[in-house]
């Protein structure tokens, strides 16, 4: 059994994709399906625990296979081994900082896709298709669907070090759920990217096949969780925190702010 952080629960084929962090070993996995030998989606059959579907957070423990198919260019997935899986506990959105690494590009380059030929050029342990980041702004876009769906939301992601990827499909079906009732994100987000399976457009004029970065999973930071983003990123301890809250408000832990307390706590550490 490996026990991973589920950080994308997202739509493939009617089916879903289910990728998280190994808590042992800090690297991404996907699980595959080898009844779906030609892109490994997973059926409810074998992914409901409970009957209900894994939510992002949540740790869960997977029975898997020391291997898998990489279908020829991904390098994080386990093929899944007979056996239930089983919710072991669910993590704060903080608790995942640490496997948000700034990087030149989001997924090998500045475009929205990645060609197969490219990722096979690189040493197997270096063809990612998942990646964390951790995005200073998510901008929503809604676009007219097809017969299949009503609507194709976009999503356009900017980072602390100012890259910017944009228009790219959303597939977490939970947080398109969201968009639907017109809920936008309006604080920094954690956002599972990964490359989708090789597809051509019918009006693809260019070379190789490409994969096209998803927006796979999206967990929005709450005021609360900011506190603790921003004190790490001014250097603050949280000794330094803790009187900071003592002298000002005369309490010693942010759980025991008022509403308005967080918010102007949280505007005085963005000021740093």
Same mark, same amino acid.
């Given at each position: 059994?490996?026990?991973? +952080?589920?950080?994308?629960?997202? #739509?493939? %084929?009617?089916?879903?994709?289910?990728?998280? =962090?190994?808590?042992?070993? *800090?690297c991404?996995?996907?699980?595959?399906c080898?009844?779906?030998?030609d892109?490994?989606?997973i059926?409810?059959?074998?992914?409901?625990?409970?009957?209900?579907?894994?939510s992002?957070?949540d740790?869960?423990?997977?029975?898997?296979?020391?291997?898998?198919?990489?279908?020829?260019?991904?390098?994080?997935?386990?093929?899944i081994?007979p056996?239930?899986?089983?919710?072991i506990?669910?993590?704060?959105?903080?608790?995942?900082?640490?496997?948000?690494?700034?990087?030149?590009?989001?997924?090998?380059?500045?475009?929205?896709?990645?060609?197969?030929?490219?990722?096979?050029?690189?040493? +197997?342990e270096?063809?990612?298709? #998942?990646? %964390?980041?951790?995005?200073?702004?998510?901008l =929503?876009?809604?676009?007219? *669907?097809?017969?299949?769906?009503?609507?194709?939301?976009?999503g356009?992601?900017?980072?602390?070090?100012?890259?910017?990827l944009?228009?790219i499909?959303i597939?977490?079906?939970?947080?398109t759920e969201?968009?639907?009732?017109?809920?936008?994100?309006?604080?920094p987000c954690?956002?599972?990217?990964?490359?989708?399976?090789?597809?051509?457009?019918?009006?693809?004029?260019?070379?190789?096949?490409?994969?096209?970065?998803?927006?796979?999973?999206?967990?929005?930071?709450?005021?609360?969780?900011?506190?603790?983003?921003?004190?790490?990123?001014?250097g603050?301890t949280?000794?330094?925190?803790?009187?900071?809250?003592q002298?000002h408000?005369?309490?010693?832990?942010r759980?025991?702010?008022?509403?308005?307390?967080?918010?102007?706590?949280l505007?005085?550490?963005?000021s740093?």
């Amino acid at each position: 059994m490996t026990e991973i +952080i589920c950080l994308a629960n997202s #739509l493939k %084929l009617q089916e879903r994709c289910i990728a998280g =962090i190994n808590l042992e070993t *800090g690297c991404w996995v996907r699980p595959i399906c080898s009844q779906y030998p030609d892109d490994g989606r997973i059926p409810s059959s074998i992914r409901l625990i409970n009957n209900k579907e894994p939510s992002l957070l949540d740790v869960i423990d997977i029975p898997l296979e020391t291997t898998g198919n990489d279908f020829g260019f991904e390098s994080e997935n386990l093929t899944i081994a007979p056996g239930k899986w089983k919710k072991i506990k669910s993590v704060a959105a903080t608790d995942l900082l640490n496997y948000c690494h700034e990087t030149d590009y989001i997924l090998h380059n500045s475009s929205k896709y990645v060609t197969v030929a490219d990722l096979q050029s690189l040493l +197997i342990e270096q063809r990612h298709t #998942l990646q %964390l980041v951790y995005a200073e702004k998510l901008l =929503i876009k809604e676009q007219p *669907g097809s017969m299949l769906t009503a609507t194709v939301w976009k999503g356009s992601i900017i980072t602390r070090n100012g890259q910017k990827l944009k228009d790219i499909n959303i597939t977490d079906p939970v947080f398109t759920e969201r968009l639907e009732i017109d809920y936008r994100p309006q604080n920094p987000c954690l956002v599972t990217v990964s490359l989708s399976m090789p597809y051509r457009p019918k009006n693809w004029k260019k070379e190789g096949n490409p994969c096209w970065k998803l927006i796979a999973g999206v967990v929005e930071f709450s005021d609360f969780d900011l506190i603790l983003v921003e004190m790490e990123r001014i250097g603050w301890t949280i000794d330094q925190g803790r009187d900071y809250l003592q002298k000002h408000y005369q309490k010693c832990s942010r759980t025991l702010l008022t509403e308005d307390e967080i918010k102007e706590f949280l505007s005085y550490l963005k000021s740093q």
